[in-house]
């Protein structure tokens, strides 16, 4: 591609000098001093944070009577969602009351007896106890009967809602839930040895939108079509690994994001997991094989291209850290570096022609 890139800049360059053509069309990058951050990609999603969620069910069997929601649906605090069909409940709530006044009758006339030394004290213990159980009955069947109406427990957004009008209800089964969107955390999934370096207190670069560039420099921002969102902070690193993905989750919070976020929104971040202060730094695209390392070709002032063994630390889908073979400050070849070969005189494309 580079080889073919000829033109008028580079015809002048040939008949200036007089010698072999000059490979024409690259571009050029000065390898910098930064700082320069090692990061960890990981795409993730939005999610209610603990304590901040309600998933309710039916107390027990019984159909749906009727539905005030829909699903991303705001609600307040108290507000009704689902109404179940109350028969059942207000049936067992009266046979909790008619059971509760006979156990009471049942205790009273047990007590004056043994009062009276007619009767065991055991059998007196055997009635309060029959009266504490029909009380605590009848209280879970009034419970049961305020619960015919599920009411969301938080100010939130509905999130999920299986509940179909005449359809069945189980205690086993939540039929609608709601989270606070105002309470989100950040669920990131890295491979368990990545998981091994991330640390809670660690700094996370998020982003949305299409996936970002793992360029954690701050004189670099995301690529194009990537919507940033803010830096975040690890809270905790999770002990154990999904037994599907294989991955561990990393959670990870937001105090002040450039817009709200919404539940299961798609969030990409890049995890900070180790900062060199004054790194040597060169765009990846100037790194060229060599055998089982790196070179990277250096332009002197007559721009002759020297190929330079490097050895590359750290890297980002941007940039690579150069831990030896480069000071900073050197004209290194990027775009076209493939095919420039050693002592190669080269003509970098102009920034008109860029």
Do not use: W
């Amino acid at each position: 591609m580079v080889s073919g890139c000829h033109g008028d800049v580079g015809a002048d360059a040939d008949e200036s000098s007089g010698e072999s053509a000059a490979v024409v069309g690259v571009r050029t990058a000065v390898a910098a001093k930064r700082p320069f951050r090692e990061t960890i990609d990981a795409l993730g999603t939005a999610a209610a944070r603990p304590g901040h969620i309600a998933a309710l069910s039916a107390p027990a069997p019984t159909r749906v009577a009727r539905i005030f929601v829909t699903v991303g649906e705001r609600v307040a605090a108290g507000a009704p969602l689902v109404q179940l069909d109350r028969a059942p409940f207000d049936a067992q709530a009266r046979s909790a009351e008619v059971a509760l006044t006979t156990a009471e009758h049942a205790y009273e006339r047990a007590r004056r007896l043994v009062d009276a030394g007619i009767l065991a004290r055991k059998d007196l213990d055997q009635a309060e106890s029959d009266r504490a159980r029909a009380h605590s009955d009848a209280v879970a069947a009034r419970r049961a009967q305020e619960l015919a109406t599920l009411r969301s427990p938080i100010k939130g957004v509905v999130t999920q809602l299986t509940a179909v009008l005449g359809g069945p209800a189980d205690a086993s089964q939540p039929i609608v839930e709601v989270a606070d969107p105002a309470a989100l955390d950040i669920l990131l999934t890295v491979s368990p040895a990545a998981a091994a370096r991330v640390h809670p207190g660690a700094a996370v670069i998020l982003s949305a939108g299409r996936r970002a560039s793992k360029v954690a420099d701050s004189a670099s921002g995301p690529g194009d079509g990537t919507e940033a969102l803010g830096t975040g902070t690890v809270r905790d690193v999770s002990a154990t690994v999904d037994s599907a993905s294989r991955s561990v989750t990393v959670r990870a919070r937001i105090a002040h994001p450039a817009r709200a976020l919404r539940i299961g929104e798609t969030i990409f971040g890049s995890i900070v997991v180790a900062t060199q202060p004054n790194a040597v730094t060169v765009p990846v695209e100037a790194l060229v094989p060599d055998g089982e390392g790196m070179k990277v070709f250096v332009l002197d002032s007559a721009h002759i291209a020297h190929a330079t063994p490097v050895s590359v630390g750290a890297r980002t889908d941007a940039l690579a850290e150069i831990t030896r073979g480069l000071s900073g400050g050197e004209t290194v070849v990027t775009y076209g570096a493939y095919g420039v070969t050693d002592s190669a005189r080269v003509v970098p494309l102009t920034d008109r022609q860029r």
